[in-house]
């Protein structure tokens, strides 16, 4: 009887500690403050700790606002937007901000996340969004996500096939970010390389899919006008390549 109850005891305790494990690491996955995912990179709660991304602390209402949208649509939009990760659209928003974008091109705008995190940039650049896509349904959310975000002004939606709409691209372009159909992506740098300025940024996503886009890889790793660098390579990669401005 005594070893039938002490059995009984050490499966009881082993069964609460898997239950704790799981607890624990779930909480942690999602950020331990009511469930949510953490923005940005880092858990939800401020400040760094070691070798952790802290979340954005916003700075400004117009900061404010994005942000709470943009966790908003992470939270509630995400099935089906094959949306950019929280960690990749703050690269393409801290990148966006350090070249002092003014014109940033999109190809495959979804719902509009990641023109968002561009937007979050162009606001305090002064500069806007042309963002193209083919799916009308995407694009009619992206034009509300636009809205509530306080950016619809800047931000141009092109409807249709990005291989025939960007050919009405003629201003420059600072930074051009291509995340829609991979195998497309070197016809996209064909077509608006030239537009490029000197000095500015092509950021294609999903570079881990590299065998979709065996040739663009070649082209941004071969021309010697282009530097690359691949970046954020365990997640999906990004490509984050600078048109080399002319030598003195
Ligand atoms: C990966 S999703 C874009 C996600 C978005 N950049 C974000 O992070 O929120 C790719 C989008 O490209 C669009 N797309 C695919 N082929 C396209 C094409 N030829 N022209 C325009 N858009 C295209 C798809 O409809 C889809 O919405």
């Known amino acids: 009887m005594l070893k039938k109850n002490l059995w009984i005891s050490v499966a009881v305790a082993l069964m609460a500690g898997v239950a704790g494990l799981v607890v624990l690491v779930t909480a942690s996955r999602l950020g331990a403050e009511g469930g949510r ?122 409807m249709g096939d990005a291989h025939e709409t960007v050919k009405n691209v003629k201003e420059p372009i600072d930074i051009l970010f291509l995340d829609a159909d991979k195998p497309g992506y070197n016809d996209y740098l064909n077509k608006l390389l030239p537009l490029v300025r000197p000095g500015g940024l092509i950021l294609a996503h999903n570079t881990s899919m590299g065998r979709q886009m065996e040739d663009y890889l070649t082209a941004i790793t071969t021309n010697p006008k282009l530097d690359t660098l691949f970046v954020y390579k365990e997640g999906a990669g990004i490509a984050v390549t600078l048109k080399k401005r002319e030598s003195k």
């Not at 940005?40 to 952790?52: L, M, N, Y």
């Not at 089906?80 to 928003?93: A, H, K, Q, T």
């Not at 083919?134 to 009619?140: P, Y």
């Open 37 to 158: 995912p953490p923005r940005g990179a880092g858990p939800s709660r401020q400040g760094a700790v070691q070798g952790e991304d802290p979340a954005p602390v916003p700075g400004s209402e117009v900061e404010k606002k994005i942000l709470a949208v943009l966790d908003d649509m992470l939270l509630n939009q995400r099935r089906g937007m094959m949306n950019v990760s929280p960690e990749d659209g703050r690269l393409l928003r801290l990148l966006t901000e350090a070249v002092g974008a003014k014109h940033v091109v999109e190809i495959g705008t979804s719902n509009g996340y990641s023109g968002i995190w561009f937007c979050l940039a162009l606001r305090t650049t002064g500069g806007k969004l042309t963002t193209h896509e083919i799916d009308e349904g995407r694009a009619s959310l992206a034009r509300e996500n636009f809205k509530r975000a306080g950016v619809a002004d800047i931000v141009t939606l092109v």
